[in-house]
């Protein structure tokens, strides 16, 4: 069993918007690209021209269908598509650590980011188990368990500019969804972000207090949505100057005076 | 303190960073590629570049598995089996060239064009299309023809300009995005930004599309209209607009032929042409005279309303004819609502949010400019609503309608290059006066008489032989689809193996999967392919083909000149051909070899250079006979198209020291391209970045940076007087007149203002019978033939349900792992199938070519995309079911020409589930083995 820290300096994650997730993957394979070539072993792939490629990635979109429920103004709301990108959420109260029989995972002091140590690693599979939100993946080919590391060999590091200082995600991320930062601090960006937005922790009921935190999507398809006071609203804009062409033509010819 | 391991959080990155071009996908994104040990290492976006700004998308991210693909080709191959067998040999170089330029050379001495020259997803057309002008043959095209030659040519003969390459909304300041057909591609990594620029300031989107995923998904109001009647919800919006006064009056009498003249007289030879000076200005009525004058005289005013008489004949307005039709009842929302599938309620609404952004929330920028009129404006005034649109729109046989529809709707608004709207990138704008005419006179021996692809104004600019047939293989440029500007690359093989117009000797293409996702009838053409006439030889006596991959149409063809992969490649993104410019800068770039070949491979440009030296094609030879380039970095560097204008605009030698735009060749170009991180850029000056066709000191800039040769300022075709020309033709009027079968064709669907008609399909095929729409579209984390092999993004995309909408699937009774027989008019597959229900309940869809074949991209046989993936391409033909007159019926846009792939109809039935989807095809053998059991990649230590 291995001990979490009881309080962390800092709490760096992420903040993750499913407003603008657009389900394009980037994130997905830039984080395989750095993890691959940099902390630990490299993400294998077993398979990786046959009939069942599968290797390891520490981070994965799904996409979810929603159905609303129907509303006075809006009786049948379309069905609506959400992309969930989904990697270790760094909790604060984390399952995989305190599982861990042999300590090789473990909770930074420093930042809060959940790593493992490859080398004290026995490829048990404990903490993939205890993980509710399945976010660590077994490494086939060299055994041992693999995880987010919130590119601990990004953010600190010297060697790159100080603005790629950030994780491979958020660095890559096309629609700008993601956004990387100490949540623990009230007055960062990432966490007025998430005071704005009404940011979400993933499954609170599991008790794991995720550090990373999810932006809802906002309210879709509205402009049908509410009772007919919607519809007054945007009614006088399209208020008849005419009916007919010829009519029409009239109204231009003054229109025109007045321009 | 707990016992923490000490980590190095400081590890090295990379040994170096070499800056190139993307080409994961057509995008043309900066990448920074980390080499280590030699090797590429990582790949990440360059955050100098003007199109990616540091961003990646999947594709680009996954280069590293695209550059070590087990399928890359490795040697010039020659075919030892029959067609289609994949039985090869490696050949050398020289003895590749030998072969190719003994098929060639003779063609060109006798018969030029009997070589048909396709290029597909080809960044250096501006250099294909010169290699084959001066091959001589007419008989080229890249692969605008089946992608979206609607969108690309509506745009340009509407308001000189498109979408995408030649385009972009006003990121930073529109307030309402609405998309049209955008499938996960076009512009890839750009509208990504966007949408999160947008969402960041609050802005809303809408999305039109019968599919609600990606940008859709994230669209606050999601349009799930029915395929093919994008043109008829857009003529709605129109119609209220026009009710409700809702136009930008004064931008439609400025800056668009609103107020130009037409013939009204119906009897009249000029009808509906537009009414000129004897200059061969366009007239308008001036509001301050009232009477005619040049439409860009200093100071006129003009009318919108006004009409003229002159020798009994009537002119109006262009106003004057879009209100008679649009305001007509069969544009209101009640009488389109239920062919489209959306609500009159919800049309209104839309038009009125509309309405509501472009008038009550413009835009005014303090920004000083002068027309072409001579008035100088202390402002600039923006309606903040901007589109985007692409091929779902585009690829139906009424594309082009509905995309010019689209441009009547923006301009309407006032809301093309003003702020908050959409926006021109360089060359863009260019009115379509300044573009060439297609050119076809072939002279054996000699270079074509011109450039093969254009814009036509009438009849007279048409490709047709002295005695009325086509002179170009594919048709393009003719009376069944007249303004086809970028060719008809789907029609290739199906008329040269049907002989119609005439018979060809050798096709040559280059990254165009003809044999698989690439084509229409995919069995059809592959039996095309193999086919052998009545002495036992191929009826398409010889193919080559260019390809990095091992592709399904390397199989097909006689001999393969092996393509390098992007990252070890030149090339130049070029303001000739569809460079990386955005709305406030000219920019163009390059790609270099980041590693060398370790393979027996060329660049394809290179390639063609080293044919062209071998035949002394004439633009490749100098007068003493010597070749004028070694290879495509030498073209690339020291050819000039005109004098000081080059292929790339960036450091060029100037009188006094180096210049850009124009200036002389710079032997040190490609060095100074690579030590500027692989790219070029120029910004244009705050005062001229909007309003660029009538803002006079943007136009003297364009002509600075070679752009124009003179200022070229224009105003819009809300009328295009050239599809006039064409319906004038076609009531009986001038010389060259169109065949019989066409005329009824040709005045419907050439309409001067946009106009909806059903896709043609609708009128050819049962729709009680086949009553679903079918369609596909392209993942994000995948780019059709050029990604599926990629180790890390089939894991991602390596299996295409079809999937079905809640009514089609509870109609059936489908459940999870069931299969279904989907039924064309042409076709059957047999496939796996999904629900979903964010889905136009009368539509399927599936993800675009997925589905491979076996013994492709060096694949196990039994891979996913063999075994479940599949091609909805089998149930498409290129022409229409046989009408019974004997007629052979594109299944293509009649105006363009643009492969009409959308405008599928279909029957679903459940089916017990087949071991593998249908039809199958027999393995191809490989001509590069399987790919490894394992990755472990890791260059460095």
């Known amino acids: 069993m291995t001990t979490l820290p009881e309080t962390t300096q800092r709490k760096m994650g992420l903040v993750i918007d499913l407003d603008t997730c657009v389900g394009c993957h980037a994130c997905v394979v830039s984080c395989k690209g750095w993890n691959t070539e940099n902390y630990g072993a490299p993400l294998s792939d077993q398979d990786p021209y046959g009939d069942d490629p599968r290797g390891t990635f520490l981070n994965r979109v799904h996409s979810y269908e929603v159905q609303p429920l129907a509303e006075s103004g809006m009786p049948h709301p379309a069905a609506q598509l959400i992309h969930f990108p989904k990697s270790c959420l760094h909790c604060e109260d984390a399952p995989c650590v305190t599982v861990c029989p042999t300590g090789a995972s473990y909770k930074r002091v420093e930042d809060g980011i959940v790593l493992v140590n490859e080398s004290d690693c026995i490829g048990c599979g404990l903490c993939a188990w205890a993980c509710p939100y399945g976010a660590r993946e077994m490494d086939e080919a060299e055994g041992v368990m693999k995880k987010c590391t919130l590119c601990v060999d990004r953010i600190y590091n010297d060697n790159l500019p100080e603005e790629d200082r950030v994780p491979a995600c958020v660095r890559t991320c096309p629609a700008g969804a993601r956004h990387f930062g100490d949540l623990g601090d009230p007055d960062s960006d990432v966490s007025k972000l998430v005071a704005e937005r009404g940011g979400m922790d993933l499954m609170p009921e599991q008790g794991t207090k995720p550090v990373n935190q999810y932006l809802p999507p906002r309210p879709k398809d509205r402009v049908m949505a509410a009772p007919d006071a919607q519809i007054d609203v945007l009614a006088p804009l399209l208020a008849p100057v005419a009916e007919e062409p010829k009519g029409f033509i009239g109204w231009l010819d003054k229109a025109l005076e007045k321009i | 303190m707990l016992d923490q391991p000490k980590l190095d959080t400081s590890p090295k990155v990379s040994d170096e960073v070499r800056k190139t071009t993307c080409y994961m996908c057509a995008c043309r994104c900066g990448i920074n590629v980390h080499m280590k040990d030699g090797k590429v290492a990582y790949i990440e976006g360059n955050r100098d570049h003007p199109v990616n700004k540091g961003v990646l998308c999947a594709k680009g991210s996954a280069g590293i598995m695209q550059h070590n693909a087990p399928s890359r080709l490795r040697a010039p191959l020659k075919r030892v089996g029959p067609r289609g067998s994949g039985e090869f040999e490696e050949i050398s170089w020289d003895e590749a060239l030998e072969i190719a330029t003994g098929w060639l050379e003779p063609l060109r001495q006798e018969a030029p064009e009997k070589l048909a020259f396709f290029t597909g997803r080809d960044q250096s057309q501006s250099f294909t299309s010169f290699w084959a002008q001066n091959f001589g043959t007419p008989n080229y095209a890249a692969h605008g023809g089946f992608c979206s030659v609607n969108m690309a040519a509506a745009g340009i003969y509407t308001m000189g300009g498109a979408f995408w390459e030649f385009g972009q909304p006003d990121w930073e300041n529109t307030k309402l995005f609405m998309i049209f057909g955008v499938a996960e591609d076009h512009d890839s990594n750009p509208i990504k930004m966007g949408l999160g620029r947008v969402k960041e300031r609050g802005a809303k989107v809408i999305g039109v599309n019968p599919i609600r995923s990606g940008y859709n ?337 390397v199989a097909y063809s006689d001999l393969i000149l092996p393509d390098t992969t992007y990252l070890e490649r030149h090339d130049c993104i070029s303001l000739l051909d569809r460079p990386i410019c955005e709305a406030d800068a000219a920019a163009d770039a390059i790609r270099w070899p980041v590693v060398e070949p370790d393979r027996d491979v060329k660049g394809f440009q290179t390639a063609l250079v080293l044919l062209a030296n071998k035949m002394k094609l004439p633009g490749f030879t100098n007068e003493d006979g010597s070749a004028k380039w070694a ?116 005045k419907a669907t050439l309409d001067p203002l946009p106009v909806w008609y059903p896709p043609f399909e609708d009128g050819h095929v049962d729709p009680v019978e086949y009553p679903v729409h079918a369609l596909t579209q392209r993942p994000m984390a995948m780019y059709h033939s050029w990604g599926s092999q990629n180790a890390w993004l089939r894991q991602i995309h390596g299996r295409n349900p079809l999937y079905l909408p809640t009514k089609i699937w509870e109609a059936n009774g489908f459940a999870e792992g069931d299969w279904a027989r989907v039924t064309s008019a042409h076709g059957e597959i047999t496939v796996p199938v999904a629900h979903m229900a964010a889905l136009n309940e009368n539509t399927v869809w599936t993800w675009n070519a997925i589905g491979k074949r076996k013994g492709a991209w060096a694949l196990e046989k039994d891979a996913p995309e063999a075994t479940k993936g599949f091609l909805l391409n089998h149930l498409i033909h290129e022409l229409l079911p046989p009408k019974g007159d004997g007629l052979r019926w594109a299944n293509s846009d009649p105006v363009t020409g643009q492969a009409a792939w959308f405008d599928l109809r279909v029957k679903i039935e459940k089916t017990a589930a087949p071991d593998e989807v249908h039809p199958t095809f027999a393995p191809i053998r490989s001509p590069v083995g399987t790919g490894p059991d394992e990755l472990r990649w890791k260059v460095g230590k």
């Open chain 2, 217 to 553: 998904a994230v669209a606050d109001e999601w349009v799930g209209i029915t395929p093919g009647t994008d043109g008829l919800f857009i003529l709605a919006l129109v119609h209220e607009l026009l009710r409700a006064g809702k136009i930008d009056l004064r931008y439609l009498a400025e800056y668009t032929n609103a107020p130009v003249l037409v013939n009204c007289d119906a009897s009249s030879p000029d009808h509906g042409l537009l009414m000129r000076d004897e200059n061969g200005k366009l007239l308008v009525i001036d509001r301050v005279t009232g009477e005619p004058a040049a439409f860009d005289k200093k100071g006129v005013k003009p009318d919108l309303s006004a009409s003229y008489e002159k020798d009994g004949v009537t002119h109006r307005p262009v106003m004057h004819l879009l209100a008679e039709r649009y305001m007509g009842k069969e544009y209101a929302p009640e009488a389109v609502a239920e062919r489209c599938g959306v609500s009159a309620r919800r049309i209104r609404a839309i038009a009125a949010e509309l309405a509501r952004v472009a008038f009550e929330e413009e835009i005014v920028l303090e920004r000083e400019w002068t027309d072409f009129r001579g008035q100088t404006h202390k402002t600039m005034v923006g309606r903040p609503v901007s589109f985007h649109a692409m091929r779902g729109i585009s690829a139906h046989s009424n594309g082009f309608q509905t995309c010019r529809s689209l441009h009547l709707l923006q301009i309407l608004l006032g809301s093309v290059e003003v702020p908050g709207g959409f926006r021109f990138k360089p060359p863009y704008p260019k009115p379509v006066s300044i573009h060439p005419t297609p050119h076809c006179k072939v002279t054996p021996g000699k270079p074509l008489d011109g450039p093969h692809l254009g814009f036509v104004r009438g009849p007279e600019d048409l490709a047709l032989k002295e005695d009325g047939t086509p002179a170009r293989i594919d048709k393009a440029f003719t009376w069944e689809n007249p303004m086809s500007a970028h060719g008809m690359m789907h029609m290739v093989i199906s008329n040269a193996h049907a002989g119609d117009p005439y018979k060809i000797d050798t096709l040559f293409m280059y990254m165009a999967n003809m044999a698989w996702n690439s084509t229409m009838n995919t069995r059809g053409v592959i039996d095309m392919l193999t086919d052998t006439d009545e002495d036992g030889e191929y009826v398409i006596p010889h193919i080559i083909y260019s390809d990095a991959y091992s592709s399904e149409m």
């Open chain 2, 631 to 746: 290879d495509y970095a030498d073209y690339i560097v020291n050819h000039e198209r005109k004098p000081g204008i080059g292929p790339l605009a960036g450091w060029r030698k100037g009188e006094d020291g180096l210049t850009h735009g124009r200036g002389a060749p710079n032997e040190d170009q490609l060095k100074t391209y690579i030590e500027n991180g692989g790219f070029f850029v120029n910004h244009i000056a705050k005062e001229h970045a909007y309003m660029k066709p009538w803002n006079m000191g943007y136009q003297e800039w364009a002509v600075g940076m070679g752009l124009y040769d003179s200022p070229q300022p224009y105003i819009f075709d809300l009328y295009a007087e050239t599809m006039r020309k064409f319906q004038l033709a076609a009531e009986g009027h001038g010389e060259r007149q169109p065949p019989e079968h066409l005329r009824e064709r040709i």
